[in-house]
């Protein structure tokens, strides 16, 4: 659990996500927009905001790996292993998908993108909800993320349920995506 596990802000914005609401909060590189992944309803609500279409699916982060466990089950020991381990950049990993995630999460996709957050905001919303949540970056699609909490304000006015105290962390560019089975990168970080 991290320091802002028991902050007043993170506790309401954990009721927002368990009452359907779409959160904006910090990670690693830009602001985040979160839901819960079960919920199709707000799952929708961010698609049109950031006027995504639902085939290319959507990144879920956990603040620990154990808060994918239902998500990582048939993977070999080494594909856990290569999943669990520590990168020293922002790593979003492709995972096959085992039939366990919604189809408005992984879209089109054979996969799961799957990302253990670092950012102590962001893991924290994961730890006082109790699992993943929704991460896609805070902008329509085709503008650049938003890096500010003013710029999520300025994209997307009051559509916003919440907005999550803090900033984001100190990485360049949004999470490296690789893929599990090949280790191959797929989208530079």
């Known amino acids: 659990m991290s320091e802002w596990s028991g902050h007043a802000q993170i506790i309401q914005a954990t009721q927002v996500l368990i009452n359907g609401g779409v959160v904006a909060y910090p990670t690693e590189a830009v602001w985040g927009l979160g839901c819960d992944p079960w919920s199709q309803t707000a799952v929708q609500k961010i698609l049109r905001l950031k006027n995504r279409h639902v085939d290319k699916g959507l990144i879920l982060i956990a603040s620990e790996v154990s808060q994918f466990e239902s998500l990582l089950q048939g993977l070999s020991d080494d594909q856990r292993a290569r999943f669990s381990v520590q990168q020293a950049r922002p790593t979003t990993w492709l995972v096959p998908h085992n ?91």
Not at 108 to 121: C, E, F, K, M, S
Not at 127 to 140: C, E, L, M, R, W
């Open 99 to 189: 039939g366990r995630a919604p189809g408005w999460i992984v879209g089109q996709h054979n996969t799961i993108a799957l990302r253990v957050t670092q950012h102590p905001v962001a893991a924290a919303l994961c730890d006082v909800f109790g699992g993943p949540i929704v991460s896609t970056s805070a902008n329509p699609q085709n503008l650049p993320a938003a890096t500010t909490g003013l710029k999520v304000k300025d994209y997307f006015g009051e559509e916003i349920d919440f907005e999550a105290p803090g900033e984001i962390g100190e990485a360049a560019k949004a999470s490296e995506i690789r893929d599990l089975l090949t280790g191959g990168v797929i989208r530079p970080g």
